[in-house]
């Protein structure tokens, strides 16, 4: 293939690079399209970002809502955020700042007080040591994927994915024209990948990995020993690890958080290690996430930051300040609660014929699977796959759940116990009248 313009050198035809980006590459000087909406000529979208697919676990949630709004007893396990409100000693900090007129632009990368609470919160927890000249602070945790993914990767680069992975991965690794390397870890395995599994995907082309620890949508935590050998598989091949840890502070039985960034200098160089407060300390709609990396890596995410969104909100890096630095008695309380859920889902689940999930040791989902169902007429409803039975579970038992086709795992349902324990048995009775059919 002959050089492209814009400096697309080569770009072989393959599966692994998205159609939409491949065919960008391929055209080198773009084609100019048109399009007819309501009878008026338009030059078309952009085609990477016409790609893009809506969050199934946010269409859920919205769905969800319109029909409590609209009368309908249904009962939600969609959404990926506590029930629990945020702690008053938060509200209150962010309540004075507003008195205190902090309601100005702060540095694109963060206050230095924000930058400095995350150090301290990292070093305490995960034994790390980094300086506030490594931390960028942005609006959520997504965010934060986004932007280590516009840092690292050139169009075509290979993203490796462990799947099932969460939602937004595979199409924030298109958004950035990077090409997703999708690697099935099995029900059988814990749903975690492999050192070996790692290294033969591993191409010339390959820049990152996604390392989601604890999972979204699985719930399965990476011991040190399975890290270490990732770790060194990625050392050795030379790749960065974007290592989202969001939910470090949500782990049960005992299990101890071990961040993929402490296992040698060599690996902390390589990782741009993503956190926020959204889950630990029930701020999901506060929007602040941030990311710790070597000074030059964060250099370049806070000059794009500059650049696109500016600095997060004000009073919300106030309130974090305040998660952070204050009492942590409440993301303990919230960890029991969730352990406590965790325990019964599970229980009830496998207690049901022709369902089962195995017990996550993080977070607060359980992947459900539905491969038992499939080929069943339920309610007049064929189950083809884990998106029919998620909709005829809506439909027929009032119960919202996120098929996981979006999560590469098509023939698992995956329910979210951060909802009320009332909740979650309301939701297994139903679960259990809807599949007698």
Sequence with gaps: ????????????????????????LQAGEYNVQETTIGGITLKELAQIASAVQASSTMAIDALAKQMKADGVDVVGFGAGEPDFNTPDHIKAAAEQAIADNVTRYTPASGTVALKQAVCRRMKEDCGLDYQPSQVVVTSGAKHCVYIALR????????????????????????MAGGAPVVVTAEESA?????????AAAITPKTKALILNNPSNPTGMVYSKDELAAIAKVCVERDIYVISDEIYYGLLYDG???????????????????????????????????????????????????SHSTGSPSSVSQAASVAALNGPQDCVETMRRAFEERRNYIVDRVNAIDGVSCIKPEGAFYIMMNVEKQLGRTIHGELIRSGDDFSAALLKHGL????????????????WSYATSMDNIKKGMDRLEEFLKG
């Design 190 to 198: 814990g749903f975690k990948m492999t050192a070996e599994q790692l």
């Design 255 to 305: 299990v101890k958080s071990v961040s993929f960034a402490s296992l040698g200098e060599d690996v902390k160089e390589r990782t741009i290690l993503i956190n926020g407060v959204s889950k630990s300390y029930a701020m999901t709609g506060w929007r602040i996430g941030y990311l710790l990396a070597g000074e030059k890596i964060a250099k370049v995410m806070a000059n794009y930051l």
């Design 399 to 414: 119960v919202a759940t996120v098929p996981c086709s979006g999560f590469g795992a098509p023939n698992f349902v995956r």
């Design 151 to 174: 840092a690292l990767v050139n169009p075509g680069d290979e993203v490796i994915l462990p799947a099932p992975f969460w939602v937004s991965y595979l199409e924030l690794i298109k």
């Design 1 to 24: 293939m002959p050089e492209m313009q814009h400096g697309f050198v080569g770009i072989a035809k393959t599966s692994k690079i998205p159609q939409n980006v491949l065919a960008i």
